[in-house]
């Protein structure tokens, strides 16, 4: 419990300082892109090294633009907006997304239950969710491998988390046969910003956000790692009582079967 309280804390604190930085360095860089668009468009066209410098400085303040864009988007922590949601169906209807984003050496299999329990969650974010987590598959198999995404049904006298009450979860996992992770990384995977990947790449904000949002479900994250084998990354989501693609009209989490 303390760890998530934490965790949440920490969550709060970094958000609020990004969004205010995040927010204002975009106003300041507007101003750059500006500058820089308008400088652009006067030189005249033989100007061709002066031009280049230009196009250079540009592209660098585009790419920071987009940086801060990620980083409101993070500190939003964008409102929910739950449904009934087959999460198999859903994981089905990602396939070709899927592919499209993690290249073709890369092989995706999805075993799905034939029943998996409906959940009620943003299927947006729980797409994203997904996505970002084939994305870190994708990095720690080097661009190629296996990438397995089961959905099943799990009927748990224990929660899947030390907050979390027994009762009906579906477990939606992303496995991947690559570098796995040590110890000391496992441990940390959870704060926002920690990454090992090298500038401009990686963020750290992917498994905290998946992390936070699978919180919010109520739900959680849980990872398993071996070194040179590979990971699985878990969100385990409450079942919901309701039907998929129904709303009821005042669903609450805590309607979800206890045993
Ligand atoms: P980012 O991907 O931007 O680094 P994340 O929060 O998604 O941010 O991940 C944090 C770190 O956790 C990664 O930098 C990497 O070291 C580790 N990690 C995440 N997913 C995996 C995975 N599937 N296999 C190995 N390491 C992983």
Redesign the pocket.
């Given at each position: 419990a303390e760890l998530a309280l934490r965790q949440a804390q920490k969550m709060d604190a970094v958000g609020q300082l990004t969004g205010g930085i995040a927010h204002d360095f975009n106003n300041m860089l507007s101003v750059v892109v500006g500058g820089l668009d308008l400088a652009r468009r006067r030189i005249a066209a033989e100007a061709d090294e002066v031009t280049r410098h230009i196009d250079n400085a540009l592209e660098g303040a585009n790419r920071a633009a987009a940086l801060t864009r990620r980083l409101l988007t993070f500190a939003r922590a964008e409102a929910l907006s739950p449904q009934g949601v087959d999460p198999a169906d859903l994981v089905a209807g990602m396939v070709d997304l899927i592919d499209r984003t993690i290249g073709e050496r890369i092989s995706v299999a999805i075993e799905r239950a034939t029943d998996a329990w409906p959940v009620w969650v943003d299927a947006y974010q729980l797409e994203n969710a997904i996505l970002?987590?084939a994305?870190?598959?994708r990095?720690?198999?080097d661009g190629a491998g296996r990438l397995t995404i089961a959905v099943s049904n799990h009927a748990l006298r224990r929660g899947p988390g030390r907050d979390l009450p027994p009762g009906d979860y579906v477990r939606i996992a992303?496995i991947?046969e690559?570098?796995?992770?040590e110890p000391a990384?496992?441990e940390?995977?959870?704060?926002?910003f920690?990454?090992?990947?090298p500038v401009g790449?990686?963020?750290?904000?992917?498994?905290?956000?998946?992390f936070g949002f699978a919180q919010q479900s109520g739900g959680t994250v849980e990872?398993q790692?071996i070194v040179g084998e590979?990971?699985t990354?878990s969100l385990w989501l409450p079942r919901f009582a309701g039907e998929a693609g129904v709303t009821p009209i005042a669903p609450a989490l805590s309607d979800a079967p206890s045993d």
């Open positions: 970002n987590l994305v870190n598959a990095d720690a198999m992303v991947d690559g570098t796995g992770m990384v496992l940390r995977v959870f704060e926002p920690f990454t090992t990947k790449k990686g963020t750290g904000l992917g498994l905290s956000q998946i990872i790692s590979g990971t990354v």
